[in-house]
T-cell receptor
């Protein structure tokens, strides 16, 4: 069974640009979660999508947004990039909110 | 969701059991205890979870005290590949199960 996949592996952008990160959940999983892990910091919850809807978001500004497609894959968009957005962005999926999450390998975003 | 407290670091000799403690004294009755580990900026790896009973799988055992205020993750025969940051998380699954990750315990398995 394939795990959670994320693309791209690395992404380099300049300040003010937009970044788009993609995630494909494990087959059969309907929920997708996004987390940010800045260098030396812990993982912080960003967004939760379930059945195509945004269900919850963490303490991040509105320029962090995303969506979930009918096939349950998801996209995270970060607008007006700032230097402090440089981080590892992790996607996780599960088959329902009572179940364990499985994480992808992450996308490392560097903003210069 | 309840907060957890873990020691910042631990050492363990290769081949010995690694016992990683976690305190979650404010845990609610419907909150599960989850354990994950992260090896050098890779995505966190799910290890095990439980509600009140002890759990065991191919990776580890989870011992939860009767009052559920603390738990211990046991890696029965630690190897060098078990060197990682281990996270203990409590979550009810309500509101999307947005895990709150603390700093975790950095386990170093020594040869």
């Amino acid at each position: 069974e394939a795990g959670v996949t994320q693309s791209p592996t690395h992404l380099i952008k300049t300040r003010g640009q937009q970044a788009t990160l993609r995630c494909s959940p494990i087959s059969g999983h309907t929920s997708v979660y996004w987390y940010q892990q800045a260098l030396g910091l812990g993982l912080q919850f960003l967004l939760w999508y379930d059945e195509g809807e945004e269900r919850n978001r963490g303490n991040f500004p509105p320029r962090f947004s995303g969506r979930q497609f009918p096939n349950y894959s998801s996209e995270l968009n970060v607008n007006a990039l700032e230097l402090e957005d440089s981080a590892l962005y992790l996607c996780a999926s599960n088959r329902g909110q009572q179940y364990e999450q499985y994480f992808g390998p992450g996308t490392r975003l560097t903003v210069t | 969701d309840a907060k957890t407290t873990q020691p910042p670091s631990m050492d363990c000799a290769e081949g010995r059991a690694a016992n990683l403690p976690c305190n979650h004294s404010t845990i609610s009755g419907n909150e599960y205890v989850y354990w994950y580990r992260q090896i050098h900026s890779q995505g966190p790896q799910y290890i095990i979870h439980g509600l009140k009973n002890n759990e065991t799988n191919e990776m580890a055992s989870l011992i939860i005290t009767e009052d559920r205020k603390s738990s211990t993750l046991i890696l029965p025969h630690a190897t060098l590949r078990d060197t990682a940051v281990y996270y203990c998380i409590v979550s009810s699954g309500n509101y999307g199960q947005n895990f709150v990750f603390g700093p975790g315990t950095r386990l170093s398995v020594l040869p």
